[in-house]
């Protein structure tokens, strides 16, 4: 059984966007399939196979944010500053860019890349887990390895 780490914001968030799913997007679909059908014959309906097709991929998201708030592992928050763990807010300097970023390590279901919220199975969350303020680490990303010196963790 996977465990999917949330904070308890993005628990909340997951529990709302299922409810959301199941009650409201569901029954707009379901509208649309019954709109369509009324309109006759279904082999030539691009209209009712968009409904179907919008309807399976919903039952799919619904079953896989189900299995994962099933399956959560709420973070406790913590003030703790001497490593990065999840929920942490790191600074890192990339020497190869000359630049530095800031990421937020977080669970899968909070990734959000536009604003640098990596999840902790990702290459850079995995490299920076577990390792202290000043420490250099290995991204091992799919295509490259490059490295990452923490400047600060928050």
């Not at 968009?50 to 913590?78: F, H, M, P, S, W």
């Amino acid at each position: 059984m996977a465990e999917f780490f949330m904070t308890k914001k993005g628990y909340e968030e997951a529990v709302k966007q299922l409810e959301y799913l199941q009650k409201v997007k569901r029954a707009e679909i379901v509208a649309r399939i019954q709109e369509a059908r009324s309109h006759g014959d279904l082999s030539e309906n691009a209209e009712y196979d968009a409904a179907r097709n919008e309807q399976a991929a919903n039952e799919g998201e619904i079953i896989e944010l189900d299995y994962k708030i099933k399956n959560a592992v709420i973070i406790e928050e913590t003030d703790d500053n001497s490593v990065v763990h999840i929920g942490s807010e790191v600074k890192v300097y990339d020497a190869d860019l000359e630049e530095e970023t800031v990421y937020t390590i977080m669970g899968t279901t909070e990734v959000d890349a536009m604003k640098n919220i990596v999840s902790n199975e990702s290459p850079v969350g995995k490299a920076l887990l577990g390792h202290k303020k000043g420490e250099t680490v290995t991204v091992k990303a799919p295509d490259c390895e490059y490295q990452l010196k923490i400047l600060k963790i928050k």
